[in-house]
C-alpha cells in the first residue's frame, strides 16, 4: 500500500471552550499512523486563536478507529491506548477522540479510515508474530 499520495480529510471538533470555539482541521492516514493538523477559531467570527497544531498518533497508541455515517456529516472516531496520548486534542474524553466530518468529504474520509483500519490491523498482527502483545 502507497501512503505517498495520501489525501487530507478536513474535520471539525465543535463545542470547544464550551462552544465559544471550534477546532478546524485536515486528517491524514501514514504509514506509521495517524496525523491530525488543527487550529482553534471563534465560532461566530471565525478568528483564528491558535497557531496550527500538530498531533501524531503511531498505530502503537490507536486501539480502534471507525467511520460513523450520518444523515448530514459522518463521525471518525479514535480510540487511543492511554489518555495522555490524546490529551493535546480538543474534546478528547477518556482517551477518544471524534472529529466531525462533513457530507462532501465522507467518501473521502471513509477510504482513508479503511486505509488507517488496515494498517492497524497490520501492525497488531506484527506485534503479535513479535511476541509483544502490550498494544
Sequence with gaps: MTYSNSRSVPFEIPNV????????GIMKAKKEGIELEYEIQDVLFGITHTDVQTVFLSYDKIQEVRFKKGWFSAKVIIEANSMKDVKSIPQAEQASVTLKIKRKHREEA?????????????NKLSQLDDGNTDY
Design 17 to 24: 471552550t464550551h462552544g465559544i470555539h471550534l477546532a478546524k
Design 110 to 122: 471513509e477510504q482513508v479510515i479503511s486505509q488507517a483500519r488496515l494498517q492497524l490491523s497490520e
